[in-house]
């Protein structure tokens, strides 16, 4: 889950760091440049590269997600008496990781890829945003049911004292180690 809110924050990052560096680019040397060349045309470039290494970032974690979502969907489904809720969560978070790596990804890259060198106006754009809300949409839905996951596997019901007990004489076929029937 911090992994996934990680990458969240970075791709958010990327685009504002773009603004952060032409207000300050750290050495007159590169100031000098920006201004030589113009800080729009840099903008339009360097923001250009973020949405790139979001494309990236996003495919990256999309792939670990899905090898992650299969191993923990495993792990519950091949442990001791799987419950049907349990196993449906992480099924539910993997559904929604295949849609944005299959489907939604691919279709935001395109369309950012497209809107770049789009005047604003153009109706592109509002198809690109409305993409863009449905990822994050799904994104938000994921975490709140890998939280309620979590949250499940994290609080136990009331305890069995006699649990163990009850375990170790199944293995020795209902007595306990002094010969008396469990």
Known sequence: ????????????????????????????????????????RERTILRRNAAEENNFLFEVWEWTELALGTTLF???????????LMLAAPAVMLAIVAVQRFYLSPQVTELGRKIADLPLTDPLNKTFWTFHGIYSGAEIVKILVGVALALRLAVRGKTDPDYFVKQFAGRTGGKTTTGKAV
Request: hydrophobic share 45%.
């Open 74 to 84: 495993l792990s519950l489904a091949l442990g001791e008496r799987p419950h049907k």
């Open 1 to 40: 889950m911090g992994a996934g809110f990680f990458a969240d924050f970075a791709v958010t990052r990327n685009f504002a760091t773009v603004e952060t560096f032409l207000a300050d680019p750290g050495s007159a040397g590169t100031s000098v440049e920006l201004n030589r060349i113009g800080r729009g």
